[in-house]
């Protein structure tokens, strides 16, 4: 039966006793104000207590119970899950933090990743593009990204049968942070999770079930310490710094708009018999009103005639809003959400003070940070993409055995000594480039190799340079070199074999025709071609 989701929040750990209350997150049309977040960041207040509560012994914490942790440490599962959903709004509603998070997602997954198999085998190629063909892994690898960064955790769940078959690629799905209630974990190994128990309703039917899903079809990827079992929001420590700039931010607003109301001042030098003369000569406007829902005095037209004795003075204000003594307010809240994100300025929008040089320095804990960000979400992919080859493997959909190529010589140093000594190696072989390799029986790999785009390419020039220099080395290949440019080697080959090709169609058409020689170079470059092997 059709199984539809639902927010929830568990009040009992028993199922016995469970209850589900609606905990929608709070429409766009409700106001900003204090955290809903316990403040448990914030110096000089309650561990759990809202930014209103002060405390007046900030220095101690209470030991609720040995086997929860500090009280404001170890969250509960109501403070986890109001600190989830308090990122979600800000993410849609904050442009400073909501602006943060898409920067770090942007940076980190970028155009997307390219991930192809470390084994050699076609096979395992193929099975893997039909794996993220029909997962649509490629937007479903941002989507997992930008879920974690917001919440802090993500649930990657495996379905690996059709109907009552194996299924022959396995499908995924992610779960998020409210659809999981509780994890069951081996009663000797803590750190090893057993079963996920996820709520749900059948279709047309109010009881609550829970699905004890095994923990082998779960990869639980969490932001946090090793101690804390579920995940929480990584930049859950700038929430408060961004509540207090839109509060400045509104103050400046409200006092702008009280200070610039009343942008013309009509002065009336005479009695106030006179000036209630003059009021009642300017007329009241219509469409607006002003205190205790009186009619404003309407304001001359443009291109009007005003005709008045030297007793009446018209007077632009100039309203003194006092934004210059607030600016350095501002950017003080601002520096601190920068801290607290390791992002520089320019980040936020306000890249005035920033010239290269500086600009340079000031990212690089951004770009370190970006750095761990994609170190973090590969050791899951890697995970994603192993279970999926183990699954091929272990229902015969792939091979249980491979082979791995090892050059032993390359073709510039085979002379005719050691094309002579291969004879005697039955087990050697040349390539296609002419080197001399060893093709090895070995079981099937489960790794894979994941290529992350160009994160800042800074000097061209200078970095193309040194990619040369790599690979004279020997150090990089062809392929790899692509990547960091920025280049897909998959697309680009075909391109390139059409551009040579186009290249001697051109020169057949030229006048003199061929080059004579090009025929003899051509066999003075290719290798000795291989002799037949000899029986032993």
Not at 427 to 435: K, L, P, R
Request: net charge negative; glycine share 6%; aromatic share 10%.
């Amino acid at each position: 039966m059709k199984k539809d989701e639902f927010t929830f929040d568990v009040e009992e750990s028993s199922e016995e006793n469970f209850e589900v209350r609606d905990r929608t997150i709070p429409g766009m049309s409700r106001p900003l104000g204090e955290m809903d977040v316990p403040s448990i960041f914030l110096t000089g207040t309650v561990a759990g207590a809202t930014s209103r509560d002060k405390s007046e012994d900030p220095n101690f914490s209470v030991i609720r119970d040995m086997t929860e942790g500090p009280e404001g440490v170890i969250l509960t599962d109501q403070e986890r899950y109001d600190c989830q959903s308090a990122s979600i709004k800000r993410h849609r509603t904050d442009p400073q933090y909501g602006g943060i998070l898409d920067t770090y997602h942007s940076f980190t997954i970028g155009t997307g990743v390219n991930i192809s198999p470390v084994d050699e085998s076609k096979e395992v190629a193929e099975y893997l593009n039909d794996f993220i063909f029909h997962n649509q892994f490629d937007g479903l690898d941002s989507d997992l990204i930008l879920r974690t960064i917001e919440t802090g955790e993500i649930f990657v769940r495996f379905f690996f049968k059709s109907t009552t078959l194996p299924a022959r690629v396995p499908r995924i799905t992610l779960l998020n942070f409210w659809e999981i209630s509780k994890i069951e974990y081996d009663s000797v190994d803590k750190s090893k999770s057993t079963f996920y128990h996820r709520p749900y309703r059948d279709e047309g039917d109010t009881e609550i079930k829970i699905e004890k899903i095994p923990a082998d079809e779960i990869i639980h990827i969490k932001f946090g310490p090793g101690y804390d079992k579920r995940g929480l929001p990584p930049f859950l420590k700038i929430i408060q710094q961004c509540q207090y700039y839109l509060d400045w931010l509104f103050a400046r607003i409200v006092l702008n708009r009280l200070k610039s109301s009343y942008y013309l001042e009509e002065i009336t030098k005479g009695s106030p018999a006179s000036v209630t003369t003059q009021d009642n000569v300017t007329p009241d406007a219509i469409a607006y009103t002003g205190k205790q829902g009186k009619a404003q005095k309407r304001l001359p037209k443009i291109g009007s005639k005003l005709v008045h004795n030297e007793s009446v003075e018209y007077k632009w204000l100039r309203p003194d809003v006092g934004a210059d003594d607030a600016r350095e307010d501002g950017r003080s809240i601002r520096l601190s959400i920068c801290s607290g994100a390791q992002v520089p300025e320019f980040v936020l929008g306000d890249a005035s003070n920033a010239n290269y040089s500086s600009a340079l320095v000031s990212q690089n804990p951004f770009i370190r940070k970006v750095e761990f960000l994609r170190d973090f979400f590969e050791r899951y992919f890697k995970q994603i993409f192993e279970k999926v080859i183990a699954y091929g493997i272990q229902n015969r959909f792939l091979p249980s055995t491979s082979t791995e190529t090892l050059t032993k010589e390359k073709a510039v140093n085979v002379g005719l000594i050691r094309r002579l000594k291969k004879l005697f190696k039955f087990n050697e072989q040349y390539d296609t480039a002419g080197n001399i390799v060893v093709i090895n029986s070995i079981p099937t790999q489960t790794d894979i190799e994941i290529k992350w785009p160009v994160l800042i390419a800074q000097r061209l020039l200078e970095d193309s340079q040194a990619y040369q220099i790599h690979q004279a080395m020997g150090v990089a290949s062809d392929e790899t070199l692509s990547y960091k440019l920025g280049y897909n080697p998959e697309e680009e080959a075909p391109k390139l074999e059409r551009q040579r090709l186009n290249a001697q169609a051109d020169a057949q058409d030229q006048p003199g025709g061929p080059d004579p020689n090009a025929h003899k170079d051509a066999q003075a470059e290719e290798p000795m071609p291989e002799l037949p092997a000899q029986k032993p």
